[in-house]
């Protein structure tokens, strides 16, 4: 599943040449329990989320479709157009 941070850390980068930026549509939820006491918030953005959502994925529990694909940079606007 790609975030906001991946698509910010591609706007954060210098050289865009020879890269594209890809959109990933899971098309599922990540259904995880956790204990009472944590809150849900702090946990969405701990790396044992992250990991355990990963491994759903590396399991092949879940279905990765390519949502979009843009392959050209407009550096006056700054934003990744169709090509």
């Known amino acids: 599943m790609i975030t906001g941070e991946d698509i910010n850390r591609c706007y954060d980068e210098q050289e865009k040449v020879g890269k594209q930026l890809m959109v990933i549509d899971t098309m599922q939820y990540f259904e995880i329990s956790i204990p009472k006491d944590i809150d849900p918030e702090e946990y969405l953005n701990s790396d044992e989320c992250k990991q355990e959502c990963a491994a759903l ?9 390519i949502h979009r694909v843009y392959q050209k940079y ?3 606007t700054e934003e990744w157009e169709d090509a």
Request: no cysteine; net charge negative.
């Open 74 to 76: 407009n550096t006056e």
């Open 57 to 65: 994925i590396l399991n092949q529990t879940t279905d990765l479709k």
